[in-house]
C-alpha cells in the first residue's frame, strides 16, 4: 500500500507541478510565421513532390526549365519523405520549421489544420495572389479558402469514376462498352451477375480499413453524385443525414451483407489480380493498369441514374509554408509551374487533370489523340471537394468510424450511423 | 563492558566514488532529455489546450485542469480502447507466463535438438511484425488456409473481421512472436536454479510435476515477476499488430488500442493535448497493474 501510495504521489507531483508551469502562451495567435521579408525574398528553394513516378517525371522537367533561366533562385526538388500519409510527414516538417518552400501534393482535408499550426503562407497575400488563383481555377476554387483566404492552390484533380475490367464484365454477359449500371438497382443487378457468374469472387472493392480518408472513395462519391455536389458539411453542419444520404448508405450496405464488396481489405492489388471487377478510380488508373488490364469507365451510380453526375474530385493542391525564406521567388516558380505549359506537361506525364476553367479546350488536341481521358475531362465540370472545415480529419474519421460500423460490418443501421455520424460532427465543426 | 555504537558516515550525495558520478553523468542526461523532459511535457500538454505550431508561431495554450481528461473518460472510442486491451491482457500475459515458463522447461531438459528448438522459438521475435503480419493475414483470411482446414467450423465473419475475435487473433500472433524472447528470459532463471534442489526432491520421491511446481516455479519467482510485468507493459504498448492485422482498429473498432488513438488524436488529427491525456490515463494504468502483478506474485 505504502509502494503503491507513493507512486500515486509522484504522478501526482509531476501532474501538479507540469500544470504549474502553465504560462498559458502569449496568445498574439497570429498564426502567422516567416520572416517579415520572406514574402518578397527571392533565392534558392526547396519543393517536395508525390513520389509517383510520372510525377516526379513532370517535377524534374519543369525544375530543370526553372534553374535554366533563373541561376540565382535555384530550386531543388525532392520526394516527400516517408511517413505512413504525406499529412503526417508535413505536420512533422511544420512543427519542426523543416518544411520546404512549396509541397506539391496538397489534400484538402490536411489545410485547416496547419493553417491553425501557422504553417501556411496566406497566399491571397501575394498582390496578384486570390486573382491569379481564381484566374486559373474560376469561381469554384472559392471553396479551397480557408478563412477566407487561400492557402492552397488548387492545382490538379483526379475526378473519380467507376473503372471496371472489361474481360471480367464480358465474362459476367455484362456489356463492356455499355454496361448500364447507372442506377443502384442497375448496380446491383450487375454486381451480382459478376459474383453468381464467377467472373470475379467480388464485384468492386473499396478499402474496408478505417483511415479517415477512405469515405473519399466509397460513400462521398456516390453522395456527391446523389446530392448534385452537395459536401459533407455546409455552412457548419452536416449535411448526410437526408434521404439520399440514407439511400447511398443502403447501396453500400447492401454490396456488403451481400458479399458482392469484401469486409477484408485486400492483400494484393485486386484489380490487377482479376479478385475484383470494378473499382473507384481517377485518371492515374489508366496508365497504371495500361499493361495488365483492359479498363472501361462509367460515372458512379446514383439511385434513379444521370446523364451527367458530380464525383469526388480528389484534387491535390500546391502550398507555401512560413518556413520559406524565400517567398517570392516560391510564389513565382509556383506560379510558373502552373502555366499552361507546364499544365499541359503535367496532363501528358499523368493523365491528372489541371484545375483550369479552360481545360477541355485549353488541351483539346490531348484528349483528342487520349478519349479515355476525355470522359475525365468533361468529370471535372462537375466536382466537389472535401469540405475546408476545422477539425476536418477528425470529422472524416468519425464518419469513418460509424460507417463501417452499420455499412461495412452491420453493427447498427444505417440510420443510427447517420444520426450518430450527424451528432458528433456538428458538435467538431460547431466548436 | 560497554559497548561503543559506530555511526555511519553520511553518503555524500555525489557517492562513495565521485568519479563513478562522472560517468554515470552522460548517462543521466540522456535520461533527463529523452524520458523526463519529454514525460513532464505530456503531462504539461495533458493539462492545457494544446497543438504544436510552427517555429516562431505563438498561439493560446491555456490551462484547462482536467478538461482534456474528462473528455478522454467521456469518450466511448477511448473506453472501448482500453477495454480491448484488457481482453488483449488476459489472453496474452497467462499464455505467455505458462507456456514461456513450460517451454524453457523442456529445452533447459536437454531434449535432442534443443538448439534448433531454441532457434525455432526464438526467429519469430527477431522478425520484423511487418513481414510476419502478411503471413498471418493470409493464413487468418476469409480464404486463408486456416479456414480451409476448419472448414464448416470455420468462424463467419472470418478472425481478423469478427469483432468477437480479432482481438484475441491479435493477443495470439502477439504471444508467439513474442514468446521467445520471454523463453530465453526463464531459460537464464532455470540455469540459476541449484541441481540440488532437484535431486533433493528426486531423492525425496518427488514426480516431474511436482519438482516443477514446487522447485522450478518458485526458482525463477523473480523472472516470472519480471515476465508479467514487461508482458503487461508490451500489451498495453501494443500498435503495431493491430494496426497492420485489423487495418487501423478493426471491425467496428474491435481492435483499436489506446495507443491507436494516441496516434489518431495526436498524429493525425492534430489534437496532442486530449492523446497526451489517453497516455497519462495508460502509463497510470500500466503502473497500477505491474504494481499488482508485482505484488500478487510477491505474496504467492
Known amino acids: 500500500m505504502k509502494t503503491t501510495t507513493r507512486t500515486l504521489a509522484v504522478i501526482g507531483a509531476v501532474a501538479l507541478f507540469a500544470a504549474g508551469c502553465s504560462g498559458g502562451g502569449d496568445g498574439d495567435g497570429d498564426g502567422g510565421g516567416g520572416g517579415d521579408g520572406a514574402a518578397g525574398a527571392t533565392g534558392p528553394i526547396d519543393i517536395w513532390t508525390s513520389n509517383n513516378e510520372a510525377e516526379l517525371a513532370w517535377a524534374t522537367a519543369v525544375v530543370d526549365a526553372w534553374n535554366a533561366e533563373h541561376p540565382d533562385e535555384q530550386v531543388t526538388a525532392q520526394e516527400i519523405p516517408a511517413g505512413a500519409s504525406s499529412e503526417e510527414a508535413i505536420t512533422a516538417a511544420i512543427t519542426a520549421g523543416t518544411a520546404p518552400c512549396l509541397v506539391y501534393n496538397i489534400a484538402n482535408a490536411a489545410v485547416s489544420g496547419w493553417v491553425r499550426q501557422g504553417g501556411l503562407v496566406n497566399l491571397s497575400e501575394f498582390e496578384d495572389g486570390a486573382s491569379y488563383i481564381e484566374d486559373r481555377g474560376g469561381e469554384n476554387v472559392a471553396s479551397y479558402q480557408t478563412d477566407g483566404s487561400y492557402y492552397q492552390l488548387p492545382w490538379k484533380s483526379n475526378p473519380v469514376m467507376v473503372m471496371y475490367n472489361k474481360t471480367v464484365f464480358a465474362a459476367a454477359g455484362l456489356d463492356p462498352e455499355n454496361p448500364g449500371m447507372a442506377t443502384f438497382d442497375e448496380f446491383l443487378d450487375g454486381s451480382r451477375q459478376i459474383v453468381s457468374s464467377g467472373a470475379a469472387a467480388s464485384a468492386i472493392w473499396p478499402s474496408p480499413t478505417s483511415e479517415f480518408y477512405q469515405p473519399w472513395f466509397d460513400f462521398y462519391p456516390l453522395y456527391l453524385a446523389e446530392t448534385g455536389g452537395t459536401m459533407l458539411v455546409e455552412d457548419g453542419a452536416s449535411t448526410f443525414n437526408t434521404d439520399e444520404g440514407r439511400a447511398v448508405g443502403e447501396f453500400w450496405a447492401t454490396m456488403y451483407s451481400e458479399g458482392l464488396s469484401p469486409q477484408e481489405a485486400s492483400t494484393d492489388d485486386a484489380m490487377s489480380a482479376g479478385t475484383t471487377a470494378m473499382q473507384l478510380a481517377g485518371p492515374w488508373a489508366i496508365a497504371s493498369y495500361a499493361d495488365s488490364v483492359d479498363v472501361g469507365f462509367m460515372p458512379v451510380p446514383t439511385s434513379g441514374g444521370a446523364d451527367e453526375v458530380f464525383t469526388f474530385a480528389d484534387s491535390k493542391n500546391i502550398s507555401m509554408f512560413t518556413s520559406c525564406e524565400n517567398q517570392g521567388t516560391a510564389w513565382e516558380f509556383l506560379k510558373f509551374t502552373t502555366s499552361e505549359e507546364n499544365d499541359g506537361l503535367l496532363l501528358e506525364n499523368t493523365g491528372q487533370m489541371p484545375i483550369r476553367t479552360d481545360l477541355a479546350t485549353t488541351f483539346s488536341d490531348y484528349f483528342a489523340a487520349n478519349p479515355m481521358y476525355e470522359a475525365f475531362a468533361s468529370q471535372t465540370e462537375r466536382v466537389a471537394d472535401v469540405p475546408s472545415i476545422d477539425n476536418s480529419v477528425e470529422v472524416w474519421q468519425v464518419f469513418r468510424d460509424e460507417y463501417s460500423s452499420a455499412v461495412i460490418f452491420g453493427s447498427q443501421s444505417v440510420d443510427d450511423f447517420l444520426t450518430n455520424a450527424e451528432t458528433e460532427i456538428n458538435g467538431l465543426v460547431g466548436d | ?300
Open chain 2, 1 to 300: 563492558m560497554t559497548t561503543t555504537q559506530l555511526r555511519t558516515p553520511r553518503r555524500p550525495w555525489w557517492g562513495v566514488q565521485p568519479i563513478g558520478t562522472v560517468f554515470a553523468l552522460p548517462y543521466l542526461v540522456f535520461v533527463a532529455v529523452v524520458f523526463v523532459y519529454p514525460l513532464c511535457f505530456a503531462v504539461y500538454i495533458a493539462f492545457h489546450d494544446y497543438i504544436f505550431t510552427a517555429p516562431g508561431v505563438s498561439v493560446p495554450t491555456p490551462f484547462v485542469g482536467f478538461d482534456n481528461f474528462a473528455d478522454v473518460l467521456t469518450d466511448p472510442k477511448v473506453l472501448q480502447s482500453f477495454r480491448n486491451t484488457g481482453v488483449f491482457l488476459v489472453i496474452f500475459v497467462p499464455l505467455t507466463v505458462v507456456l514461456s515458463l513450460i517451454l524453457a522447461t523442456a529445452l533447459n531438459a536437454g531434449i535432442r535438438f534443443v538448439s534448433a528448438f531454441r532457434v525455432a522459438f526464438y526467429v519469430p521475435y527477431l522478425t520484423a511484425s511487418v513481414s510476419l503480419v502478411g503471413v498471418w493475414m493470409l493464413l487468418f483470411a476469409q480464404n486463408g488456409l486456416i479456414n480451409t482446414i476448419l472448414g464448416p467450423l470455420a468462424p463467419s465473419p472470418s478472425w481478423l473481421i469478427n469483432s468477437g475475435l480479432a482481438m484475441p487473433t491479435i493477443a495470439l500472433y502477439v504471444t508467439w512472436k513474442q514468446l521467445g524472447f520471454y523463453i530465453l528470459l526463464y531459460l537464464a532463471a532455470l540455469q540459476n536454479i541449484p541441481k540440488e534442489l532437484y535431486e533433493s526432491a528426486a531423492t525425496d520421491g518427488a514426480n516431474l510435476r511436482q519438482r516443477f511446481l514446487n522447485v522450478t516455479v518458485p526458482g525463477v519467482r523473480a523472472t516470472t515477476t519480471l515476465v508479467l510485468i514487461l508482458a503487461i507493459i508490451l500489451g498495453a504498448n501494443l500498435f503495431t499488430e493491430p494496426y497492420l492485422l485489423t487495418n487501423g482498429g478493426g471491425p467496428d473498432g474491435a481492435s483499436a488500442t489506446p495507443v491507436l488513438l494516441i496516434y489518431q488524436k495526436g498524429i493525425q488529427q492534430q489534437n496532442p493535448d486530449t492523446a497526451s491525456a489517453i497516455g497519462m490515463l495508460l502509463v497510470i494504468v500500466v503502473g497500477l497493474l505491474s504494481m499488482a502483478a508485482s505484488r500478487l506474485n510477491r505474496e504467492k
